[in-house]
């Protein structure tokens, strides 16, 4: 256990920043198998904007990394892009 008050503190701050990163992780997660799941080309249009927005805010923030995020968002970008041909 820890000595030092500094050090409870930073393990309160620390438990309360990871629930944080987690709940983000997991809600951006459950965007991006939503999107997956759509079939009309503009609600994945739609969708693809906020996941897009939500992957560059983890990344930003160091929850994942930019080359996940970038590839994440390069193949969503195909999967809509890819709705509108087979329309």
Do not use: C, P, W
Not at 33 to 45: F, G, N, P
């Amino acid at each position: 256990m820890a000595n030092h008050k500094s050090a409870l503190k930073r393990i309160r701050a620390n438990n309360a920043k990871r629930l944080r990163n987690r709940y983000q992780a997991k809600t951006t997660r459950t965007f991006i198998k939503k999107l997956k799941a759509t079939t009309d080309q503009a609600e994945a249009q739609e969708l693809y904007k906020t996941v897009s927005s939500m992957l560059d805010r983890l990344a930003k923030k160091n929850i994942i990394h930019k080359n996940n995020a970038a590839n994440n968002k390069s193949k969503l970008a195909k999967f809509v892009n890819g709705l509108a041909v087979a329309a």
